[in-house]
């Protein structure tokens, strides 16, 4: 199949792009898509962190500022999953010439089925490389109106790069007992909501565990969302069956979690 490169961005920090960007990159792999994800924000890195990375002498900073090949920043996930991660210090990030990307990404796609990056929020250049070389935006929003509106700029600045967003990820749905429901979201945006992620407190579990929430707890309510998510977006039918089914190959996927960051 032809590559897919998705940026996950959203406008407003904190609405759940990593988490996203892992678990979703995390679930492709798992339907053994071959699937890398990129850590795009490079002054506030955190997809490392969230598998153990943290210590990667080579990052994206490096490859950013040009010290170092792209091959060199790519880590092995869980099931499959490739990660580049971004670098901590904040002299990392002022070495990085963002506009590199586009390189980078080139790069990877070779025998990819998907690439994922991972978006910093705002509307710094750092922000808007990552949406003019994916050919795919996805939005991550919470159901708070600030959220919203932020994403409303994002899509704007996609438009303005020639693009459409593709579909919202609605996050942490539970956590305002708001009206902003799916029908709302599609109203305020203009855009189709792909799914509907509940407030899951497996999500920062997991977190502390470096592992992600689909593959340490696959049947939790967030983790059944996102896997469905990513048989959407692979266009295979996820079922109640594939729900239970998961959970006997736990500790398959968990064994295969416990894998040594080193490099491809
Ligand atoms: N569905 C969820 N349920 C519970 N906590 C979540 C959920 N999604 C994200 N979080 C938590 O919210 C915080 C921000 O998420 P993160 O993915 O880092 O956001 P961003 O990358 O957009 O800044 C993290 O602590 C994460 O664990
Ligand atoms: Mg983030």
């Avoid at 990877?108 to 050919?135: F, H, K, Q």
């Avoid at 700029?153 to 799916?182: H, P, S």
């Amino acid at each position: 199949m032809t590559v897919r490169v998705y940026a996950i961005a959203s406008g407003k920090g904190g609405t759940g792009k990593t988490t996203t960007t892992l678990n979703l990159g995390t679930s492709l792999a798992m339907l053994g898509k071959k699937t890398v994800v990129i850590d795009a924000d490079i002054g506030m890195a955190n997809l490392g962190l969230l598998l153990g990375l943290e210590k990667s002498k080579i990052t994206l900073h490096e490859v950013l500022s040009g010290e170092a090949e792209v091959k060199d920043a790519v880590y092995n996930g869980p099931s499959g999953l490739k990660v580049v991660p971004s670098g901590l210090s904040l002299k990392g990030f002022q070495k990085c010439n963002p506009d590199k990307l586009k390189q980078v990404v080139s790069s990877l796609v070779d025998g990819m089925d998907y690439v994922l990056i991972d978006v910093p929020a705002g509307i710094s250049r750092d922000g808007i490389v990552p949406l003019a070389v994916a050919d795919r935006v996805l939005l991550v929003v919470n159901p708070e109106l600030s959220s919203m509106a932020d994403a409303l700029k994002t899509k704007t600045l996609t438009e303005l790069l020639g693009k459409q967003v593709e579909g919202v990820i609605l996050n942490r749905t539970e956590l305002e007992k708001t009206e902003i429901n799916r029908n709302k979201v599609q109203e305020l945006l203009g855009v189709q909501v792909l799914e509907m992620i509940p407030e899951d407190v497996n999500v920062r579990r997991a977190a502390a565990f470096k592992i992600p929430v689909v593959v340490r707890n696959p049947a939790s309510p967030a983790s059944i969302a996102f896997r469905r998510l990513a048989a959407k977006i692979a266009g295979e039918k996820f079922t109640e069956a594939d729900v239970k089914l998961v959970s006997g190959r736990f500790f398959d996927c968990l064994s295969r979690t416990i894998f040594k960051s080193k490099q491809t």
